[in-house]
């Protein structure tokens, strides 16, 4: 199997079958993504070249332009779309990684990290006009009302996760608000925005299906948190509890915990920089508290919503792959 | 003369005289700026009452409203979209502060600040996607256009301000590029959507009254740095020069300095905290080596340019009253 080398490193096996009805296309996204934000200013050249050596897994372009291909040949206007959403999430992370003080992202140095905070601030807010510069220039309201729709979702659920003080007090409910606003928004755009270039139709079924999609993609990504090693993860497994952050498994197991587990967990939380075995010590109880295993369910659940979705749209290559990414997503190990 | 009780405390008389035409609609527009912004996250309802307290002088709206009265009544939009053209100013200035790490603007804390520079970030961003949702709400992609190409051309003059590394070298011609950008570019887009909402057959010259307005409005702004003291302009006057940054009455002084008159401005640029007695140094030299003089003139000649863009505009009260905002920008004191 033979792939744009810009696409290759990053990308699993499994997304590389799911990219396949659109791979043609999905090569033409960075290019498409670096027209847009291309810059003679020396410091947004350097911040884009480094950007473009990250190399995303290119995730909401590939399902934009999977839904763009539900009925048929796409109107033409997908591989632009499919960069912008790829700009709209790129914008994002600049700014959270310099909202969370992030140093690495994927094994690579953050925007921040590499040039400064204020570079971060302002390059994001680059990236982010950029794109809307770019959805005005395509002249269609509707994929304009979907992406800022995302956006203003992304800043509310960024907002919501800095203002919460007491972390251990946060719910279930709280949780599924959050994730909706920081991720399932921006993919449910994406595959309505996919829709929108060819398959209209199938417009309502395309915002659930990546919603649904999402959902389930950030649990799965909340659980490696807890079940996978550093080496696979680029990051330091067990994460998220270093930086007090509660994801469902923690919010799952809590009710479920000895008082001495509890205390043990209250101990990680008092304290600002927890050690490796305090960690280890949380993750064991989590995930003897069933935490895994309900947050592994709840993230199926998501996905068999997902492909409900898919359930009105006819049989082809890109529908099958929209199929295959519900179960990458839910199986995937990075 | 009475007025909105929103909009009393930081208005010069010279400001509420231009107002006059439009102060009704002037009026409505806190609300619709509000009504944009509501949340009910307890975070941005406390960031956006402070921001509400801060009552800027609401250039932008009044400039938007009244372009967009030249040829009688307008189209009933301009209310929102004065509002959105506030909006993307305070969204900047949010970000700006927080770049800068300024603590105060105008005698009031920044977000930063008061909140984190966190909150900041995240609130800037806030701000401007409830901004273009509203212009996506609206459904006219030509508002959308010149707001998103302002906003480009705001965060590439960010972006060459932190980039530029060697203060003194910064050229007359660097300094235009950088207040068309930061400036004239936003207040020209202001112009031009006014004209959009029921005067289209001026919107080039709007465009072009709003943008040469702005550069009048930056150079006049700069000087204040060199000619107001504390208590009037609510900032430390010299407080460009305490943080190293070069604006129009420096450039053009420094080729007509002696060596020992520009060994004081070098030492000041070599020193991280300028003193007090070097600042007024520097004041001094620029002022006897004609910076003030030269910077009053272009400023002068910029106004003009802008009058000039009004003369095919027919003679009504929204005109003149955009004619005396050229005597307004270049004479003010705050």
Redo the contacts between chains.
Sequence with gaps: MTIDARLQTPVAPALLEIQEPVRAKLARVPDELWRIVK?D????AAANAHLRGMKGKMFRPTLLLLASELEGAADGRECALAAVAELVHLASVV?DD??DHSNVRRGQPTINALF????A??????L???A??EL?RL?D?EP??AF??A??DM??G???Q??SYDALSFTEGDYWQLIHAKTASLLGAACEVGALCGAAEHRAAMRRYGEQLGMAFQVADDLLDYTEVESVIGKPSGNDLREHKVTLPLIAALPQMSRAQRATVDGLFANPTPHDTEIADVVAIVTECGGIEYARSRGEEFAEQADAALQPVPASAARQSLADALTYVINRRS
């Excluded at 601030?121 to 680059?126: K, L, S």
């Design positions: 810059a200013e020396m410091i947004i700014h310099c909202v400064s905070h204020q570079i601030v302002i390059m994001g807010d680059y982010y006009s950029k809307l510069a005005v002249g309201l304009l009302r800022t729709a956006s203003n800043t509310l960024e907002m919501r800095l203002s």
